[in-house]
């Protein structure tokens, strides 16, 4: 490490003001603040300082993110032999999904940081750290198939429009994430939905559809069991099957207080109550199955610990954040339920609350307004009757 470091020191000032490479000094601060800790201080006002920076902050949710993509990577694996009815150890299934998945990750990271760094050259600024994390979270909710070029594209989109338009990193209304699978989900409708898309090598002629779209066809009967649901052995989006994977990611991410529980646990709540709400009017088949189901079908789960949570576009104040997350997971089984044509109500849910969460905060605040207002005028009442 110490020949990295001198190496670093002595190509530095090429890229510094003056230096021949001054114009790429952005690029060169981003390798450099990835590979060491800033050595920059502040000399004046005071600044409350912890051990870590947004990009290990970054690194904190990608490890949390590892369960779910290392299942994701097998499952891939899994799946494929079994519908084509290949006998596979447990290391055929992980070469023939590390095989699938690599790709998709690595074009989402090439075409977002490539962008970034663009964006960051032109205004000069230090390169956004909030695309490690996105350039994870958007393969994590793909399909296992979905053409490589329409990651570029989705990702370009998502950098773009989620996020530089609206001044990068910091400053985005919605969850780049959910932004470029939105993109996917509206613009190729037949790459994003289906049976066969959710499975990677299918044969000709394979059916077999995932625990939302048979329950969205009243086929409550075909639901997989909730072990098999909750161990994520179920054909689904790369890192979004396994319910057990994504806890052990939420449990990481609450104990290194990264996470937020108050929108963690109020997702799961609503979900579930939302469910229960359902189960007493029994109007269908789907309304019928037991409100837990709803906690490990789909993206729900992943949505709650990694989408939901994202600090930029949730809710900011802490009563706000039990309303922000309430909210989705009750709108989230509402969409699943009562709309067919989008069986994951998930996506939906959280971009809907995105645009939602600045009003709510709003309204907390001035919640909070009136009533140090009314507390301070019945002490001065108080006062003055004394």
């Known amino acids: 490490m110490n020949s990295l470091r001198n190496f670093l020191d002595k190509v530095k000032p090429a890229f510094q003001e003056g230096g021949k490479l001054q114009k790429l000094h952005s690029t060169f601060d981003a390798f450099e603040t990835f590979l060491f800790v800033p050595d920059k201080v502040t000399f004046k006002g005071s600044h409350i300082r912890d051990s870590i920076d947004m990009k290990r902050t970054m690194i904190l949710v990608i490890t949390a993110m590892l369960p779910a993509l290392l299942f994701g990577i097998w499952n891939v694996g899994f799946q494929h032999f079994k519908v084509n009815g290949i006998e596979a150890d447990f290391w055929m299934r992980v070469f023939y999904g590390l095989r699938t998945v690599l790709p998709v990750v690595v074009v989402s990271y090439i075409t977002g940081l490539a962008i970034e760094f663009v964006f960051a050259q032109i205004r000069k600024h230090e390169v956004n750290e909030g695309f490690l994390v996105s350039g994870m979270l958007i393969p994590l909710v ?41 993109f996917l989900f509206f613009a190729y409708p037949a790459d994003m939905t289906g049976d066969k898309i959710w499975v990677s090598g299918t044969p000709d002629g394979f059916t077999g559809a995932t625990p939302l779209a048979e329950a969205a066809i009243g086929n409550t ?166």
Do not use: C
């Open 221 to 386: 009967g075909n639901i997989p069991s909730v072990f098999d649901m909750f161990m994520g052995w179920i054909p689904g989006s790369i890192g979004e099957t396994s319910t057990l994977a994504i806890l052990l990611g939420a449990a990481f991410l609450l104990i290194t207080g990264i996470g937020s529980f108050r929108i963690m646990f109020s997702v799961f709540a609503g979900g579930y109550l939302m469910g229960l709400l359902f189960n007493l009017w029994g109007a269908n088949a789907y309304m019928e199955i037991p409100a837990y189901y709803h906690l490990v079908m789909g993206g729900f789960a992943f949505g709650a610990v990694f989408m939901a949570t994202d600090p930029v576009s949730a809710a900011q104040t802490p009563t706000g954040k039990w309303i922000y997350g309430l909210l989705i997971g009750i709108f989230a089984v509402l969409i699943r339920v009562l709309n067919p044509a989008y069986p994951e109500g998930m996506m939906l849910a959280i971009l809907f609350m995105n645009v939602a969460a600045p009003l709510i905060d709003h309204y907390v605040i001035e919640s909070n307004i009136k009533k140090r207002r009314r507390r301070a005028k019945k002490a001065a009442l108080l006062r003055q009757s004394v």
């Open 142 to 182: 793909l399909p296992p198939d979905i053409p490589l070029w329409m990651v570029a594209v989705a990702t370009a989109f998502a950098v773009i429009f989620g996020k530089e338009v609206f001044g990068g990193t910091g400053m985005n209304i919605l969850n780049p994430a959910l932004t470029a699978r939105a």
